[in-house]
């Protein structure tokens, strides 16, 4: 087993004419994703390595089941939007920097019709041996029982190798994404893991800013019985330029790694110092 | 992006918010006549400008003229007055202020209304120690106009009646506006002065443009002098699309993923270092970018070393690598890379010299010692 | 019984405080209907004849069921907004001329809540001897067991007046507005007549333009069991102007009152002549 | 409220929709040089111009001024051509012609948008005879923008490929944003025609805006003349804000409401009469609308009669009988009174010597026996 996608999921590239696209693309049919089709408007009736491109998501909807956006930050609102009309799920949102307004409005779509986003600014969701979405590193994953939700990319590069060098695999590992607004969140995703059979524990990696894991560590508490090992990153980072006395009013205290961190913590998760350390602690909640 | 006091009463007053007459001037000589008391108001990016003494009050010329060479001479949080606004001073004797306001948030992925009848400079302590008094709204998102019956629900939320409770509706729905044609993040009025003579005013104005949006936003960038948001070093960081926030101490860090690089300042002070610097080169960087990272770093004073650590995703290895060796560092680095095209980065490094360690705790180790000379250059 | 409103409802007046609502809420009030409050923003504290006055649809939410709308136009969308998420039901606009895009927005803003918006543009619903949602003279109607559904104001009356003469009364007569985007239409009225245990038979009232009547046989021949009397109102009117191609396009040849009386008869409808014929072929049908 | 070509072109260029260059004279002498050959087209609010010569070509400026002369003294469906846009002719040989269009659905309560590959003008023959090559897609209620991609959607499925596809998706959203901006409830091209070279032009252009949005479309109305679509005494009722249409009989109908007018027109045809217009004064006529309305109808020659059928709901009788005796009607009269505030109007109207019916049809025999002369005067 695994979260979302694994072997059976056939994936549409959206933007796959693009250089980011083209190549990732290669990557993850190396890694064994059934990529089946790209979509590059005015690009359709061509191909990419031998994949067939399209027009529109509207001429895939019965080939290819989720979809990955490589496109340029001013399209991914459109390419989103056409991704959930046309019934891909998950569609995950490589592309970084999408203006806020656009964010808003893609989320509120995705919830009406139920789909399942990851990201925008995401290095996206692989399961383990069976299929990735996404930009990571593939040599780093190890099949395995730890599922791991992180809100960082590169640093997530970071501890799935520990754990790979530790002989810890993987489940699932999912980016939440960087952007400000992003799709599925910690809630969501513990949530999987915990239903998940192969799943034996959970590595949740965080950073300062906003209240996402304090959330998480109160939904831990109330309905995950796996254990879950924190990071958080930014201890040391001083405190951010706050946006006028909105952001004030709006986050107020929330947000430090301290608060995150005591917030895990009480809910009886260990938190590693640094990754390093990551391996270890989950070694000894399994 | 923030936007000046002066250019945010302007956006205000094309959706057809009420705020001072006022001119902008850039030196004492730009002002020439005064119909009325002014307020002269440092156009400065930063809070508490008030307190910090840059803003001041005139009855004539001659004390205009005087006040704005000593605001002109004046620096607030470090940040040079190099504009004021001069106003026309309004008579708040009896007034009430209010808050208004609108942000985007992260947690509802809307935005917020929010609205207060406690506004002012003390805004802040209000949402701390007596939250109810400021009223909060969810928007739906993706709503493009505010509609007039939400924004009344909230002005009589806050106590307001009659006219000022319509008036002061208009002005939220006219904010809102403002905020959603010019990709605002943020857009606030505090205080909005109601009069004893039931004038209704925006004194104050802040406005933060989403830097994701300003492809769509060029208008806003035209007389935008980013030289006193940030200093030298930012602004080059900034020019080159870099993020880069400056720090106290002597180890520079360049990493990709603005995570993996919290991480690395983490470890360095774990180690016992202290961060110049954090710098994020981004997702997908290329060779020219981490020249651009490394000439950033570099023009701080009193570096030690520098702690390079990328794990490449969507950044390829070899790209970093060659970026590293065509800049050829001045000060000792430790270097940290894996990921994609990691064999090919790292041959290129070795070929030109360079160690490359696999463990970014190792390697942030090395850079500790190598800033405090223990180890060799 | 009545459909939509009777005895029970309780009333808010949006725009009491201007001449039609004041005028208008004495002579509901004269005629039974349980006026409860009225809203005029920025009016708040004040009453009007005795009714309390409030500044929003929010502060009334709990006394009142349904609202009638008498503000003018440029104000109206945010009105009947206001009632919508305000849980009002029905919400009856009186206010004629709304902008078209406002109107689409209104209506599907009802869709969404399950609010039955009657009109714009509409003399308003009136459940005889009961409840008044409306500004019909009261003087006309008449107790009994006619149902009565019409596109046209003032010519409603005239029917409603032949009817009473020939002591056939109503049990409720509704205008679904002069307006080109309404709410509530022939179709779902006539469900809720056929459901009505007191109503025997149903007036149907209509008019050149659009293809509402063609679409409300269509409807009749499958789902209505009641006797259904008709009257369309232009046999003689020139052709109107066409909205460009457009307009044709999406009506073709539909609109015509020959089009429309032949649709009706071919469900069996009856189909009058003139308004003062219709007492005779209600009776001839009971 | 109908735009001219010229002044749709203008919107649409606003919007970035491709247009040709042209300029608009209203006089022949207007016209001073020409760098290429043109196409002259008569600017009038009807249909057909092009079959009625409305619409000709010229090389030079000599044959144009010619052209102009002639097309200033054409009336076209009864119209004068007051405004001729003289524009760019451009070579469509072996050109595409599409059409793009989008109109308020009322079934559907939402905007329509259309697009064909078989543009032209024929379309109106291909949406009766083949409407399968017209696209129709029904938008969500309330969209402001139209998305790109739904715009695609189309342009694939009348068979458009590559860049042209995406150029034609993109003015079909820029034509969405001219009909939203300016409460349009109709915007089309047709045709929007591709070069055998590929480039795309809007070449005729048609925009209704909703009369009952003019409130907030002041600007549109600043250069408009209605003396064009109108005749004299369509002016005066548009002026005094009466929806009348000029019919061919001698029996002057007015009465409140559209639907009891209508029934009136039928009613005097059933008793043999001809109806002269149709006057509806609306929903709340004060006397002084009712005047207006008499004066509108009275201007009208061979006027025999006059049919005044009120059921006053939200009208009162009293301010449409105080209107009757303030005008003084000179034509005979049938008056047909009921509904509210009846018995104040009718005691007004019988002190002043007028004879009330309540029943329609019998008023309307009446009006049809005054016209005819069987009814003394």
């Given at each position: 087993m695994a979260i979302i996608i694994d072997e059976s999921t056939r994936v549409v590239v959206q933007g796959i004419t693009g250089g980011q696209g083209k190549f990732h693309t290669r990557v993850m049919r190396e890694y064994g994703t059934n990529v089946v089709a790209g979509v590059t408007p005015g690009k359709g009736g061509g191909e990419v390595d031998g994949i067939p491109v399209y027009d529109s998501i509207r001429e895939v909807m019965e080939l290819a089941d989720a979809s990955i956006i490589f496109v340029p930050a001013p399209f991914a609102r459109d390419a989103a939007l056409e991704a959930i009309s046309g019934g891909m799920d998950p569609v995950v949102i490589?592309?970084?920097?999408?203006?806020?307004?656009?964010?808003?409005?893609?989320?509120?779509?995705?919830?009406?019709?139920?789909?399942?986003?990851?990201?925008?600014?995401?290095?996206?969701?692989?399961?383990?041996?069976?299929?990735?979405?996404?930009?990571?590193?593939?040599?780093?994953?190890?099949?395995?029982?730890?599922?791991?939700?992180?809100?960082?990319?590169?640093?997530?590069?970071?501890?799935?190798?520990?754990?790979?060098?530790?002989?810890?695999?993987?489940?699932?590992?999912?980016?939440?994404?960087?952007?400000?607004?992003?799709?599925?969140?910690?809630?969501?995703?513990?949530?999987?893991?915990e239903a998940d059979n192969e799943t034996e524990a959970v590595v949740l990696i965080g950073e300062i800013g906003g209240n996402a894991e304090e959330l998480a560590a109160e939904h831990i508490k109330q309905n995950i019985s796996k254990p879950v090992i924190g990071y958080i990153a930014g201890r040391t980072a001083p405190p951010g330029k706050t946006m006028g006395h909105a952001g004030a009013?709006?986050?107020?205290?929330?947000?430090?790694?301290?608060?995150?961190?005591?917030?895990?913590?009480?809910?009886?998760?260990?938190?590693?110092?640094?990754?390093?350390?990551?391996?270890?602690?989950?070694?000894?909640?399994? | 992006m923030k936007l000046h006091e002066y250019k945010a009463k302007e956006?205000?007053?094309?959706?057809?918010?009420?705020?001072?007459?006022?001119?902008?001037?850039?030196?004492?000589?730009?002002?020439?006549?005064?119909?009325?008391?002014?307020?002269?108001?440092?156009?400065?990016?930063?809070?508490?400008?008030?307190?910090?003494?840059?803003?001041?009050?005139?009855?004539?010329?001659?004390?205009a003229k005087s006040v704005l060479e000593e605001l002109f001479k004046l620096k607030i949080k470090g940040l040079a007055v190099k504009q004021v606004l001069v106003e026309e001073k309004l008579d708040l004797e009896g007034a009430q202020e209010l808050y208004l306001g609108f942000v985007e948030d992260r947690a509802a992925k809307t935005i917020t209304a929010m609205m207060s009848a406690a506004g002012g400079i003390d805004i802040e302590q209000v949402a701390s120690e007596m939250p109810e008094k400021i009223i909060k709204k969810q928007l739906q998102p993706g709503l493009k106009t505010l509609n007039p019956y939400e924004a009344r629900e909230m002005a009589i939320q806050i106590g307001l009646k009659g006219a000022t409770m319509t008036k002061v509706a208009d002005i939220m729905c006219k904010l809102f506006n403002a905020m959603i044609v010019h990709d605002a993040v943020l857009a606030e009025i505090n205080p909005l002065v109601i009069t004893k003579d039931g004038m209704i005013i925006a004194t104050d104005a802040k406005m933060n443009i989403d830097d994701n949006a300003l492809f769509r936003q060029k208008n806003l960038l035209k007389d935008v002098d980013i030289s006193e948001e940030y200093t030298p070093i930012e602004q080059k960081a900034r020019k080159y699309g870099l993020a880069y926030v400056e720090l106290e101490g002597d180890i520079a860090v360049i990493g990709c993923g603005a995570g993996l690089v919290m991480a690395s300042l983490d470890t360095i002070k774990l180690y016992g270092g202290e961060p110049a610097n954090f710098l994020d080169v981004g997702g997908g960087a290329t060779a020219e970018n981490m020249k651009q990272a490394l000439e950033v770093v570099a023009m701080k004073d009193n570096l030690k070393s520098i702690f390079i650590n990328i794990f490449g995703g969507i950044t390829r290895c070899d790209e970093i690598a060659n970026g590293i060796v065509e800049f050829e560092p001045k000060i000792p680095i430790a270097l940290r890379m894996m990921g994609t095209n990691e064999d090919e980065g790292k041959k290129i490094l070795k070929e030109h010299g360079y160690n490359v360690f696999d463990s970014m705790e190792d390697c942030a180790e090395y850079a500790v010692k190598l800033a405090s000379g223990e180890e060799g250059r």
């Open positions: 490589i592309t970084e920097h999408i203006p806020v307004h656009d964010s808003i409005e893609i989320m509120d779509r995705a919830v009406s019709h139920g789909t399942r986003i990851i990201g925008p600014n995401t290095p996206g969701i692989l399961s383990a041996d069976k299929c990735k979405m996404g930009v990571m590193p593939s040599h780093i994953f190890k099949k395995g029982s730890i599922g791991l939700i992180s809100r960082s990319g590169t640093l997530t590069y970071e501890i799935v190798d520990a754990l790979s060098r530790n002989a810890l695999g993987q489940t699932t590992t999912v980016g939440l994404g960087g952007d400000p607004i992003v799709g599925l969140g910690f809630i969501e995703l513990l949530d999987l893991f009013i709006i986050s107020g205290s929330a947000g430090t790694a301290k608060a995150k961190i005591e917030a895990l913590q009480s809910a009886n998760i260990k938190i590693a110092e640094k990754p390093g350390d990551i391996p270890e602690l989950v070694k000894s909640s399994i | 956006i205000f007053a094309e959706q057809g918010i009420p705020v001072p007459s006022g001119i902008l001037v850039k030196g004492p000589e730009q002002l020439k006549e005064l119909q009325h008391p002014v307020a002269l108001k440092s156009q400065v990016l930063v809070g508490g400008r008030g307190k910090a003494g840059g803003i001041k009050f005139a009855d004539n010329i001659d004390d």
